[in-house]
């Protein structure tokens, strides 16, 4: 390996591609869309090849030229990525593929795949110079970016439903962050924390604003499960990718990551066809979808028990749309009731207790094979973006108590 930590290039605009600076701290771009981070391709490919690659730590700094953070000292890690691609034998079986992966990131610090982005993003912030991050969240991304604020020493405000998980409450207040609940929605909670980043001086006073695709790099962590999955299958596609879709941004993240592994001439081929996944009480992105349109409209009552993926307006909807269009995927919504039961006929078939936004995955591959969309011999891979113990509430255990003298039925 030779040449600089990171090949950052650029920061573009997700709807007219105007090019904007990487190196001072951006939201979105000067027409209010997402940024996406470039890279300067043709110098990794020049300086880094898999077999490097394949010599380094387990986590997701592995692909740190493809990462935007230029310092190596200023990576904060707790160790996250490089999470398990596990066969799933019994479920495959049993929903009819039997090449069904799983992405398990129940395994990442603070228990969901937010880690990833909140690793890559608070890095990089602190990089530029933020001192503090303020966010909205359905839970996991405040606990995820709290407790990477914490290791890197800076503050975070952080306002949640109060519907949320209440774990996610205990895990921002145990890593120090000032943590409101809000009678209402995400969407209410970011307004409630754009006016107070306003009121307390905004970035002149070191605070940033990083709600989902509201700055550029929480994608950026996120797209390196499309570099791990391309990697565990080494440096191959599989067939088709779910993914449990609320914001969006593991999807768009995946794509691009593929793109960009596809452009290094890492991988070859078709993209997998990406497959969005929503819950029936909040599918925007489904019913846009079949509806042919480009941009998703907020349900009136939004209401899943997946909490991670219920976001009924996306910032990026459109680059979820496209990702799925462009790779021949589709959208689909489950039921709260079939994505239960998949996540508890999961538990008992692999012994994997997972997040019901995954299980919401798991029913859909059941729901695709069964309409005939997925064929038996595909190679499927379903995102599980958390652990089931952030859920518990999601498994009823009703079994008998003993008294001391008891008996247990032989
Ligand atoms: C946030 C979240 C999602 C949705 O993630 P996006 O990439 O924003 O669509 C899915 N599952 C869990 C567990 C989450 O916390």
């Known amino acids: 390996m030779s040449g600089p930590f990171s090949h950052l290039s650029h920061l573009e605009c997700s709807r007219t591609g105007e090019r904007h600076d990487a190196d001072v701290v951006q939201g979105t771009s000067r027409v209010g869309a997402p940024l996406l981070a470039r890279y300067d391709l043709d110098a990794v490919a020049a300086a880094v090849t898999p077999a490097d690659v394949a010599t380094r730590p387990p986590d997701l700094w592995r692909y740190h030229e493809l990462l935007p953070v230029r310092d190596p000292a200023r990576v904060v890690t707790l160790g996250e990525g490089m999470t398990p691609l596990l066969p799933l034998p019994r479920a495959g079986a049993r929903l009819g593929v039997p090449r069904l992966l799983m992405k398990d990131e129940g395994l990442v610090p603070t228990g969901a795949f937010k880690a990833r982005g909140a690793a890559v993003g608070v890095s990089r912030a602190a990089e530029l110079g933020v001192t503090g991050i303020a966010m909205p969240t359905n839970g996991n991304a405040g606990a995820a970016w709290s407790a990477y604020a914490a290791r890197a020493g800076l503050r975070s405000l ?95 993240a995946i794509h691009k990551a593929l793109l960009e592994l596809r452009e290094l001439g890492w991988v070859s081929g078709d993209l997998p066809r990406l497959v969005a996944v929503q819950a029936e009480g909040c599918a925007p992105i489904v019913d846009a979808f079949h509806a042919g349109l480009d941009e998703s409209t907020a349900p009136a009552q939004p209401r899943t028990v997946a909490f991670g993926i219920t976001v009924p307006k996306a910032l990026g909807d459109f680059l979820v749309l496209d990702a799925v269009r462009s790779t021949g995927g589709t959208a689909i919504a489950v039921s709260d009731a079939d994505l239960l039961e998949a996540e508890a006929a999961l538990a008992r078939d692999e012994g994997t207790w997972i997040c019901p936004e995954g299980a919401a995955c798991v029913a859909a591959v059941g729901q695709l094979r069964e309409s005939g969309w997925l064929r038996g011999d595909e190679e499927v891979v379903v995102l599980n973006t958390g652990t089931g113990l952030i859920y518990p509430e999601t498994v009823v255990a009703e079994v008998p108590t003993l008294s001391v003298d008891g008996v247990i039925p032989s």
Request: glycine letters at 16%.
């Open 158 to 252: 952080v306002a949640m439903p109060v519907d949320a998980p209440e774990i996610t409450r205990r895990e921002c207040v145990v890593t120090g962050a000032e943590l409101y609940l809000v009678d209402g929605l995400i969407g209410d909670a970011g307004r409630l924390v754009n006016a107070a980043v306003t009121a307390r001086g905004g970035l002149g006073a070191g605070w940033q604003e990083t709600s989902t695709l509201k700055e550029p790099y929480r994608i950026e962590g996120k797209k390196t499960m499309g570099l791990e999955i391309a990697e565990q299958l080494g440096w191959r596609m599989p067939g088709v990718i779910l993914y449990p879709t609320g914001g969006g941004v593991g999807i768009i």
